[in-house]
Each structure stands twice: as structure tokens, then as C-alpha cells.
């Protein structure tokens, strides 16, 4: 990639601005946590991977300034910046999971002292980031199989590099079958209303020289019809415990015409996605974001004044409508209660349980 998504550097938090693309190659500098939350709620930073990043980047920032040596103090302030992350996007759980791990180096400040808690947050946040990098890779590791010579790949949204720390995580899928030397397709979905597929996503593709297509949302069907879709893969923002997946609105549309064309249909993304604690998708927060997205077109207005819209950000895949679900633990497949509770019985698989605090 020839980008960075996210950077802490020194006192700054490094952004690339995300709703300027493509137009415009621009980075944010982030000189305070709110800055941070704020470049999350705006969408400046988005994709499910990329805003955990972000939100355990910007409390190590907030860590890093803040100035009082008492251990009470320091706690509050923190604290209280790790809550402004938590109300920033209710509905990828990789936020949570994020403020989740920084607050429990948070919490051992009475025994390590303030100054060592501050290197400690910044430690576990470049970890968060680095991890994360490494994950994506063995996500396209397993998936690159599902790829073959000759397939038409479609995709929704933006879970590329972008979306993440870095490489992606269904573009991470693609990438990896790119480097294996294959030879493919991918159409892309521009996804109305913020465009991520076609301002993010083709803009990701054509710059790693990979053939690629942009549709609009309602051609899927079409193309489908017409034998040019093999798979889609697409990201995901929360999968509950029985494998019900919420991801980019649209994405559920898109796995109903693929099951009814006989098509698979994966998911792909890291074990920080999954939130066993709840049973279905039912239980998943969905974000609604202001009307004038839908009314509007890149700011311009589209629809007449005064009518009624609607702005779910994400919706939910059941789980009978996904064939897998691509970790970097490897494959997930059917029945996947089973498997995911299978998945977490192995070492170093941590069970989320629900946080209090969470939207
Ligand atoms: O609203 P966004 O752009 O943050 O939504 C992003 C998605 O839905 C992605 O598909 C998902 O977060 C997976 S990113 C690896």
C-alpha cells in the first residue's frame, strides 16, 4: 500500500481524510483525543478495523498529555476520553474492543505508576495497530483459496486498507489471490450513501492495478443473472454469536440475490469483529446517520425539501444467507454457533463478554 491509513506521530495523531478521497490525497492532524472522536463521527476514518485503531490511538494521545501525576486524576481523565470514543459509531464492536484493551491498562495505574501507564497505553495501542496489519494478512491467507483463475469477484463497501490498520480484510482476501499470481474480476458497488465502494474501494483496486468494475448498488442483480459473479466477500462490523453479520447497508440486499443465484456469499474479518456475547444480530446497535446523506449527493441537494428519509448505516446479514466467515483463525463454516464457540475454546481466543458501557 502506498498510504497510511492512521500514524500517531510524536504529539499528532495522522489521519488520511477519508471523505476527500479521491479527489484529494489529504491528511488530518489530530492534535487531541476529541479531534480524534470527532474525525471517527464525521466518517474522516471509517471501516470497523480502522476506527478501534483510531479510537486506542487517540486515548494513548490523550495518555501522552495529560499532565497530572496523580494516578486519580489521570484515571478521570482518561476515562473519561475513552467514554467520548465509545460514543462515537454504536455499531462496529471493534471500537469497544479497542477502548476495552486500553482501559485495562488503564486500570493497573495504581501499580505502574503514571508515567509507565502512559508508555504502557501507547504500547498497547501501536499494538492494536500492528496487530491488526498482521491479521488482515492471514484473513487473505485463508481466503485466497476461494478465489479461482477466470472468477468475478463483487464487493460492497470499502474493507481495504482504508477500513483497517492496513491491507484489508475482504480486499485482503483479494489481494492475497492477486499475489498468488491469479487472475480475476472484481465489481464493485459504489454503496449509496456515502460512496464508499466507489470512492474508496475503486480507488484502492486501480491503484493496485487490479481489473476492476464499478457498478451502482442495484445492478447486482444483473450481473449476477448474467453468470459474471462467482463469490462476494464483503467486511463486517459485528457478528453476533450465531453468525448473524452487520456490515454496510446493502450487504444483506446483496446476500438475498446471492443465495437466490446460487452464489457464495463470505464474510471476512478479524476475531475483534465477533461479539459472542450476543446471541443474534437482533441484539446489534445499528447507526442511523443523518437523512441529508440520503437526500443529498457529495453535499448537493437530490430530493425535494420537506420529504421524509431514512439512514440505517448498516443492516444484517442472517447468518443462513453466509456461507463462510474468513478470520485469521482460519474459515469459519456452518453450523457456525457451533464452530465460532468452538473457535474460542482454542488458546489465546479470548471471549468478549459485553461491556457495561457499550451502545
Ligand atoms: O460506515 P463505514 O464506512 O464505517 O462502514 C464500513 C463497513 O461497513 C465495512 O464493510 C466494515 O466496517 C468492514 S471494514 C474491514
Redesign the pocket.
Known sequence: MKFKTIELKGDRVRILDQRKLPQEVRYLDCRSASSVAEAIRT?AI????A?GVAAAIGIALAAKKTRSSSPQVFTKTVERVCQEMRETRPT?VNLFWAVDRMEKILKRVENDGVEETKKNLVREALQILKTDIEVNRKIGEYGKRLIKNGDGVLTH???GAL??GGY???LGVIYAARDQGKKFQVFVDETRP?L?GCRLTAWELVQEKIPTTLITDNMAGVLMKKGLVDLVV????RIARNGDTA??IGTYGLAVLSKSHDIPFYVA?PTSTLDLSLVSGEEIPIEERSTAEVTHFCGYPIAPKGVKAFNP??DVTPHSFINGIITEKGIIWKPFNKNLKKMSATPNFKLRTRNSKDA
Do not use: E
Request: charged share 10%; aromatic share 4%.
Open positions: 466518517m471509517r471501516g470497523a478495523p476506527i462496529a463497501c470499502n474493507a477500513a483497517t484489508g480484510t475482504a456515502m464508499q464483503v467486511g463486517a462490523d456490515n454496510k474479518a448505516a448498516f
